[in-house]
């Protein structure tokens, strides 16, 4: 069973800075792309950013400048640190990875529970 866990969001004030933290746990043989998305009220799912497997960070226009993504492979973690936060960017942020276990032929694609981030204007 693989399970990804998110944690850091919360409340801040506009033009402060949350870090967000998504663990992935369980039978896992390998991690693929991992991701950020978003999901605000009443709007679809959108793509936030995204990294490689090999480090290499892809952003949505929208945050670009102002959200990096990491990870560190042997913790089997994905960061967004977000800064200089808008109003508009208050939405659920959910964790989304590509991950292969012991007997998958193929990268299985997983998504965590979702944390809240409320930017105050």
């Known amino acids: 069973q693989v399970q990804l866990m998110e944690s850091g969001g919360g409340l801040v004030q506009g033009g402060g800075s949350l870090r967000l933290s998504c663990a992935a746990s369980?039978?896992?043989?390998?991690?693929?792309?991992m991701a950020w998305y978003r999901q605000a009220p009443g709007k679809q799912r959108e793509l936030v950013a995204v990294?490689?497997?090999?480090?290499?960070?892809n952003y949505a226009e929208f945050v670009r400048d102002r959200f990096t993504i990491s990870r560190d492979n042997a913790e089997k973690t994905v960061y967004l640190q977000m800064n200089r936060l808008k109003s508009e960017d208050t939405a659920v942020y959910y964790c989304?990875?590509?991950?292969?276990?012991?007997?998958?032929?193929?990268?299985?694609?997983?998504w965590g529970q979702g944390t809240q981030v409320t930017v105050s204007s």
């Open positions: 990294i490689s497997r090999g480090g290499i960070p």
């Open positions: 989304n990875a590509e991950i292969m276990g012991p007997y998958d032929s193929d990268y299985l694609n997983y």
């Open positions: 369980g039978r896992i043989f390998e991690i693929n792309k």
